[in-house]
């Protein structure tokens, strides 16, 4: 039995102080020495049973605790996660892409061949820096004990630091046996991005005063910001008497979907996208994601719109649109200076007739957007989209929602009110995210006095990527309730042959995109040690739901529903 002090202990003591509680991980003998080191601290180990499945996880505990920090100071809302070299570390890409558009403060660490092996290109070998610098705010190797207070303490602060987002350290053998009798070095508090150049706050002001009708878009830097940030932009928006969107691919709540100039997201659709982006002046606050998921023929605003661009990050001030105005700084804080200028620049009757403008169009897009995940399937007996969203808002209306539905996301946003720190999504697009991060989600609100429920919506084809996440749920006895929108193919590949291509669905083959036979969901959950059932009617949705989120344990839903 070791009982020297080693760089693996040194680490382990430095997460430990920091105020890590869960490292998530998939390990190899590279990584052995962390692990030994975890088994001695009182930090928790969790076991997933892919490197992809222990990233999500990570993302999903660290986009849910950020929230929890908002609150809380005391809470360090970071998510860790320990990979095994070169093959784990290329496993865990998937989720690691999603954690970086999604901003996701993460420290991703991986075993590593000692250095003075590496010449003989043994198994397993490989570059981890090339592999991740590309999704990372930082890529780098720990190659001497003596760095490792500097680089843990320097990985976490810039993981944490706005805009936030994943870090990676190589951790080789050699290091992390090595002796040492040094101690963590003090973190030190997390700084915001400030409060924005006076200037360009004030030429935002007056370009927003002498507007005629102002949309705001908000995007999720202002979630990530905090609950103080969302209330910042329903301060703007009332000042200024904007119209309220949210960003393309928009995943956490910005604004609250109740209030009355909330009108929607903006859907990833050219000619929608467009027209919702018509004014004579935009607010592109806290934004990323903002285009289409293909070329599209048109600019999506208008060259003679005045833009105005508001982040904590630099490179997306004025990416896709020229900036007119540009204030870099935290959201919440330069929204409310902007808010306060505003309001004083603006009389009382401009700001009520622009809301009248408003109010018209709130009422033109409820209309249309009423019939997303609707649909007339004649005698099939499964349910819309929006029937089992709205029978979710009826049994969840609390809940804390992980969603990857994909083609049904658009129901739920437009169906469902959603409040501030309700909500995550799957902003990177990729499959595989959801059902390991609704299984991060519940580890973080198990740590509060009083969790709230955890509901993971999670497409049949995303389920399918990652259903052995479960098995980790089981394994603690998490209290989680994922519902399945099952239509059993892959249905955005559908819709967009249908924009690619065009045609009608009868001139197609579908190849790839049909699970044919079906999995059976139920007994797939099962086998991983959660309750799985199916449901099959529309009535049955909501009491089914109540009963599972009634229960401890992990609880899988599997709702047929129609396209």
């Not at 999500?56 to 095994?84: C, E, K, W």
């Not at 705001?216 to 200024?240: K, S, T």
């Not at 658009?410 to 991060?437: D, V």
């Not at 999995?519 to 049955?540: F, K, Q």
Request: proline share 6%; with cysteine; charged share 25%.
């Amino acid at each position: 039995m070791m009982t020297d002090y080693t760089g693996a202990d040194l680490f382990v003591d430095a997460l430990a102080e920091y105020g890590v509680t869960h490292v998530f991980g998939n390990p190899g003998t590279t990584e052995l020495p962390v692990v030994h080191a975890i088994a001695d601290s009182e930090i928790e180990y969790v076991l997933g049973l892919h490197e992809d499945i222990a990233v999500g996880m990570a993302g999903g505990y660290a986009q849910t605790r950020r929230y929890h920090a908002h609150h809380d100071d005391s809470i360090l809302p970071l998510g860790v996660a320990n990979l095994h070299t070169t093959p784990g570390l290329a496993h865990g890409l998937g989720n690691l892409y999603a954690a970086k558009i999604a901003g996701a403060p993460l420290l991703v660490t991986a075993g590593n061949h000692s250095t003075d092996f590496r010449h003989e290109e043994p198994i397993l070998s490989g570059d981890l820096l090339r592999l991740t610098r590309q999704f990372c705010k930082q890529s780098h190797e720990v190659l001497d004990v003596s760095s490792v207070p500097t680089m843990v303490r320097r990985a976490i602060r810039t993981a944490l630091t706005p805009p936030t987002g994943p870090v990676f350290l190589g951790l080789p053998l050699d290091t992390m046996l090595a002796e040492t009798d040094a101690d963590p070095e003090r973190l030190g508090p997390i700084p915001t991005a400030g409060g924005g150049d006076v200037a360009a706050i004030e030429r935002a002001a007056d370009l927003l005063a002498e507007a005629d009708a102002p949309v705001l878009v908000v995007g999720d830097h202002i979630a990530r910001a905090g609950a103080d940030a969302v209330a910042a932009a329903v301060d703007l928006a009332e000042a200024a008497g904007t119209r309220v969107h949210g960003e393309i691919l928009s995943c956490e709540v910005d604004f609250p979907m109740d209030h009355d100039q909330w009108i929607s997201p903006i859907p990833p659709d050219e000619d929608l996208a467009r027209t919702l982006l018509d004014a004579d002046t935009v607010v592109f606050a806290g934004c990323s994601t903002n285009t289409t998921l293909t070329r599209h023929e048109r600019a999506l605003v208008s060259d003679d719109t005045t833009c105005i661009h508001l982040s904590d990050a630099v490179r997306e001030i004025g990416k896709n649109q020229p900036a007119d105005a540009a204030v870099i700084g935290d959201p919440g804080i330069v929204l409310g200076e902007i808010a306060a200028r505003v309001r004083n620049r603006l009389d009382q009757s401009e700001r009520e007739e622009r809301l009248e403008t408003v109010a018209s169009v709130k009422e033109m897009v409820e209309a249309q957007m009423a019939a997303i995940g609707g649909g007339d399937n004649g005698d099939d007996p499964r349910a819309s989209k929006a029937e089992l969203v709205d029978a979710l808002h009826e049994a969840a209306l609390e809940a804390f929602i992980v969603d990857e539905g994909v083609t049904a996301k658009y129901a739920m946003l437009t169906r469902w009110p959603l409040q501030p720190e309700q909500y995550i999504s799957n902003k990177g697009g990729g499959l595989g995210y959801g059902l390991p991060a609704s299984v991060g989600a519940a580890f973080a609100e198990s740590q509060r006095d009083d969790p709230r429920d955890v509901l993971g919506f999670v497409g049949d084809g995303s389920y399918l990527y990652y259903p052995h996440s479960l098995y980790t749920a089981a394994r603690h006895d998490l209290d989680l309730t994922v519902v399945i929108p099952d239509n059993r193919n892959y249905r955005i590949l559908k819709d967009n042959t249908l924009d690619l291509f065009g045609g009608s669905e009868d001139d197609y083959d579908w190849v790839g995109m049909e699970f044919e036979p079906p999995v059976d969901i139920p007994t797939n959950a099962e086998s991983h040690g959660a309750r799985g059932e199916l449901i099959e009617s529309p009535d049955e949705i909501a009491p089914t739901v109540r009963a599972a989120l009634d229960r401890d344990g992990p609880d899988v839903l599997d709702v047929l529903v129609h396209d």
